[in-house]
């Protein structure tokens, strides 16, 4: 069974700077893509950023491009978003996700999933 555990999340000024953490257990991450999704109230989910094991290839959505970098740590099993220039609006629970890498571009995976194994989440809060 495919474990999730993301950590990070917090309340923070605009402007500032969050690094969550997305742990894989009972798998390893080589043949994954990893997906950071979120959620504000009232919202869709929202594909944020995905990252594919097979050709390191990345996605980032239009809102969070050239403040957000999804990387990975193979040797921890672990996932990480690192988020600058935070706004207002990237208020929202963050949820990593993983699946199994497929014969697709790593932005149809993001934004089409499905993904099969997902994390329990963290809040994120930017404000003033």
């Known amino acids: 069974q495919v474990q999730l555990v993301e950590s990070g999340g917090g309340l923070v000024q605009p402007g500032g700077s969050l690094r969550l953490s997305c742990a894989a257990s009972?798998?390893?991450?080589?043949?994954?893509?990893i997906g950071w999704f979120r959620q504000a109230p009232g919202k869709e989910r929202e594909g944020v950023s995905c990252?594919?094991?097979?050709?390191?290839?990345?996605y980032y959505a239009d809102s969070v491009k050239g403040r957000f970098t999804i990387s990975r740590d193979n040797a921890n099993n672990t996932v990480y978003l690192q988020m600058n220039s935070l706004k207002p609006e990237d208020t929202a629970v963050y949820y990593c996700?993983?699946?199994?890498?497929?014969?697709?571009?790593?932005?149809?995976?993001?934004?089409?999933?499905?993904?099969?194994?997902w994390g329990q989440g963290t809040q994120v809060t930017v404000s003033s």
């Open positions: 990252i594919k094991s097979s050709d390191g290839s990345t």
């Open positions: 009972k798998f390893t991450l080589d043949y994954y893509t």
């Open positions: 996700a993983a699946d199994r890498d497929r014969d697709t571009t790593v932005q149809a995976m993001c934004v089409m999933g499905p993904f099969g194994s």
